[in-house]
Nanobody
Framework: EVQLQASGGGLVQAGGSLRLSCTTS????????IGWFRQAPGKERERVSF????????YYEDSVKGRFTISSDNAKNTVYLQMNSLKPEDTAVYYC????????????????WGQGTLVTVSS
């Protein structure tokens, strides 16, 4: 059974930090880009950051570059997203996702979704 278990969301003040975790099972971790999309109320789901550690590949959306850091623990099949200097505009439901290698990182390309975790940044 494929599972992507997301955790780590919460309420934080602007400028604060949170760390999201996505623990996966049931598929070959190294064959996928694992990462996060987010969706704010009334907006489309957007890419945030992805990693495929087996080839040293990382992706960051421009809006989070320099503030967010993605990493992985391959022994635990887990991906982490360290979010620093959070802004109110980062408020969204963050969804862990697995995208097959060689495929464009967009919601329609996602093979497996995790449940969302809510991040709320207060001003």
């Amino acid at each position: 059974e494929v599972q992507l278990q997301a955790s780590g969301g919460g309420l934080v003040q602007a400028g604060g930090s949170l760390r999201l975790s996505c623990t996966t099972s049931g598929f070959t971790f190294d064959d996928y880009h694992i990462g996060w999309f987010r969706q704010a109320p009334g907006k489309e789901r957007e890419r945030v950051s992805f990693i495929r550690s087996s080839i040293g590949s990382e992706y960051y959306e421009d809006s989070v570059k320099g503030r967010f850091t993605i990493s992985s623990d391959n022994a635990k099949n887990t991906v982490y997203l360290q979010m620093n200097s959070l802004k109110p505009e980062d408020t969204a439901v963050y969804y862990c996702a697995a995208v097959p290698s060689g495929v464009y990182l967009r919601p329609s390309s996602v093979k497996y979704w995790g449940q969302g975790t809510l991040v709320t940044v207060s001003s």
